[in-house]
């Protein structure tokens, strides 16, 4: 029986979010319907919001979630109901041609549900990132439901869905960082500064925070920066090079998404080293470069899109280490707020004050 539940709708570009009532049909074949118990705010969602993803309204918002199986369509068997999963947006389609060369992770066919949630009237919605859960409960595609370990906090498992998984996958599974690498991040909210504590993880020596916000390079200090750099006050790319010899650094993660950002990441970047930009800019920006110097200094430009990973290696490891004490995912939540405070926590993303505002149910 179709369900009535609440969620967080942005109905054209740049308007308010707000509440609305949604109808969730029951999981048809292959799909599952989930009770979100918590969902990140991530700045994807203000994207979608402000149309720089697409004109699709209006959209579901919410894609960084953990929640409750609650039932299951025909032929799934890859979750029950009961599971406690993390909601991914690369559900592995095993057919296409990445994953039939054994890259899963690049998979270019990932599904999502094929029913759609609609509003009271009929109006259909777009689920951000096709999961849509700044709502009591939502429908997806099984595959996007990765099971983990329920002794996490659902708050902290939401987390590794969108901003965190790709800011710790951008260090470890883009710009495959290692013992002993320089790295440097620019731009340190949640997503950045997952890509600090990422490159922690895998060893990395020195790790060289720059943000325009003090108290942003206060938290990546926490997170694993050994360095920080004020870029609103200081040349970064002059700063990155002082703190590594002179040389730059081996990866460089742009976490930001604009023109000015990543190309201070290019020039930051050591001979030979990898760029990775997981920032996501909108479609009006363009960016221009000396070709000779794209040529001249050698190594890898890469894209990182959800770091690389692939939900049903990362999410249950990433956890484990988490619960060991090996890995702060709790830092990142600084508030836990109500279905409709979403609009508040956006500002709040503006004013810099938070890594992330979690949904809680
Ligand atoms: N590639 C992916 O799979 C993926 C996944 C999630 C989010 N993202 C993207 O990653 C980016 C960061 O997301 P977030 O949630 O961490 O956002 P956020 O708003 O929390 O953080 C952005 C940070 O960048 C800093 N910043 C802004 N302008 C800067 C500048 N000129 N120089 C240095 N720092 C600057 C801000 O102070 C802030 O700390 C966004 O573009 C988001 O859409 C990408
Ligand atoms: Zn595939
Ligand atoms: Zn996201």
Redesign the pocket.
Known sequence: MTQHVRGVIAPGKNEPVRVETILVPDPGPGEAVVQVRACG????D??YKQGGINDDFPFLLGH?ASGIVESVGEGVTEVAPGDFVILNWRAVCGQCRACLRGRPQYCFNTHNARQKMTLEDGTELSPALGIGAFAEKTLVAAGQCTKVDPAVSPAVAGLLG??V???I??AINTGGVGRGDSVAV?????????AIAGSRLAGAGRIIA????DR?LEMARRMGATHTVN??STD?VEAIRELTGGFGADVVIE????P??YK?AFYARDLAGTVV?????TPEMTLELPLLDVFGRGGSLK?????DCLPSRDFPMLIDLHLQGRLDLGAFVTETIGLGDVEKAFAR??E?D???SVVEF
């Open positions: 705010v991530c700045h994807t203000l994207h960084e969108c901003g998984m790709a800011g996958g951008a620019i731009g340190c909210g949640g997503v950045g500064d997952a720059v943000d325009i916000d942003k870029s609103r970064p976490a930001v998404g604009h000015e950002t201070q930009l997981v920032g996501v800019p894209s990182s899109w959800y770091g993303m503006h810099g938070v890594l992330r």
